[in-house]
C-alpha cells in the first residue's frame, strides 16, 4: 500500500477522498510500559478503502468515531466518500486521514451476509471491544486472512522509554479482539518493549491470557 510522505510533523491538510470500503477495525490506542502493563484504549474506527483521494492514494484507511460509525452503519461493501485531514503526527497514527466529515453514502452494500473467521458485517462497539480484551496478532495474519475482519485492529502504540523524563517511542501493533477458538489466529513472534538502560524485554503473551481471562474459547 503506497504511503504519503510528509515533509514534517506538521504537514497536515484538508482532502477529499472516496472508495469502496475493504474493511472495518477497531481504532485503538495501546499504552505499553514495559512488560507489566499494556493499556488499552479504544477510541473509533478505521475504515479501509480502495479509490482515489486528493493526495493520489488509490488504498488509503480513514479514522472516524464511535459516533459516526453508529450514525452511518457503514460495511464492507459500500461506496462512499468524504473529507478528511491527513495526519499531525505520522509516527503516532496508523490511519492515512483521520478528522473525517462530510459524508456521503454513494451505493449501500445490499448483499453482505454475515460470517466467522473473518468475521464481517455489524462492527462491535467500543464497549464490547473493550470487554472482551484483546490478544497479540501476527502482523502477517492481519495483512492476509485477517485483513477484512471486525476484530482485527492495527494500534497506535506508545511506550513509556523513560517514565521521569517523560520520554515515549512510537510504533503500531496488530492485534485480534475475536473468539480465542478462531482458526486464523497467530499470536506472531514475542514483541520486543524497549526501556532506557535496559535494552528491550519481551512480550511473551501473558498479557493476552490476562485481559481474556474472563472469555471462554468460542467467545
Known sequence: MK??????????????????IQSIQPRTRVWRYLVDNRTHYYIGYNIFLLGKSDVDLTEFSV?????????????????????????????????????????????????LIEST???????PTMDVLDE????ML????????CFPCYYASMANVEIIWDFDKDIKRYRFE???????????FDPGPARSVPYKGMGSVLDTGWLDKMYTRSRDEDE
Open 3 to 20: 504511503k504519503i510522505r510528509y515533509a514534517d510533523d506538521n504537514d497536515c491538510r484538508k482532502i477529499n477522498w472516496q472508495g469502496i
Open 63 to 111: 479514522a472516524i468515531s464511535e459516533k459516526q460509525q453508529q450514525k452511518y452503519n457503514f460495511q464492507i461493501g459500500d461506496s462512499i466518500k468524504g473529507t478528511a485531514w491527513t495526519k499531525m503526527y505520522p509516527k503516532r497514527e496508523f490511519a492515512d486521514f483521520y478528522r473525517a466529515g462530510s459524508f456521503r453514502i454513494l451505493e449501500r452494500n445490499h448483499r
Open 117 to 123: 473467521a473473518p468475521w464481517i458485517g455489524v462492527v
Open 132 to 135: 472482551r480484551g484483546g490478544r
Open 138 to 145: 501476527s502482523k502477517s495474519r492481519w495483512k492476509r486472512k
Open 174 to 184: 496488530s492485534f485480534c479482539y475475536g473468539p480465542k477458538s478462531c482458526k486464523y
